[in-house]
């Protein structure tokens, strides 16, 4: 996708930067359900702005192939 948007920086932040703490927040995503916490193995939590961001990112890629296709 960088080399799709040809972006180095994001707000001053390099895009490895970026990544990292993407990933990071991805990785150590946790949650409470009946007075017990629980680390999420997989997958972002539903309703954060992080994981809006991240399927926006994803479905830029799909639909691209797609409109390709047409």
């Known amino acids: 996708m960088l080399d799709y948007l040809n972006i180095k920086q994001i707000n001053g932040l390099k895009i490895e930067t970026t990544i990292r703490l993407c990933r990071f927040v991805v990785q150590n995503n946790s949650f409470s359900y009946n007075d017990k916490y629980y680390h999420e193995i997989r997958g972002?939590?539903?309703?954060?702005?992080?994981?809006?961001?991240?399927?926006?990112?994803y479905m830029l890629f799909f639909e691209r192939d797609i409109i390709k296709q047409i």
């Open 44 to 57: 972002g939590a539903m309703g954060s702005p992080l994981a809006l961001t991240i399927a926006n990112c």
